[in-house]
């Protein structure tokens, strides 16, 4: 099996994601993750896997923001400097000599600090028990 550094940039993996089916089997996935009904419809984040031989898929599905909301946050994006100043420099991994800053809307880094634990437990199953996915 191949093991890919920690890191590594989009670009560099473009070639593997069109050449191995992954953006249309994650599309798929996560077209039926939305399509299931959400038993709990307040602000949540569900998962679902999605194994074959050759990947696990994890797809993540939140309630849309509405366009109210949006306009009430005023395009609300954080830079990954900022995002570094705040002492939340997990993103890093994004930037390349090519593309050496980012934004990330603030409710998606809101979201992803409100389920930090909860995806690094779920980080370390795929990664210490990847048979049972």
Request: charged share 15%; net charge negative.
């Amino acid at each position: 099996m191949t093991k890919f550094p920690q890191f590594i940039s989009g670009l560099d993996l473009a070639n593997l994601v069109v050449n191995a089916d992954l953006l249309q089997l994650s599309c798929g996935v996560v077209k039926d993750l939305h399509a299931e009904t959400n038993r709990n419809p307040q602000f949540s984040v569900r998962h679902k896997f999605f194994s074959q031989s050759n990947c696990t898929i994890i797809a993540f599905a939140a309630p849309a923001l509405s366009s109210e909301d949006l306009i009430l946050q005023g395009g609300d994006l954080i830079s990954s400097s900022a995002l570094k100043e705040q002492g939340f420099p997990l993103f890093e991994s994004l930037c390349s000599e090519g593309n050496p800053s980012f934004s990330v809307h603030g409710a998606a880094i809101t979201l992803f600090k409100a389920y930090f634990q909860e995806l690094s437990l779920l980080k370390d199953q795929v990664l210490f028990f990847p048979s049972i996915f």
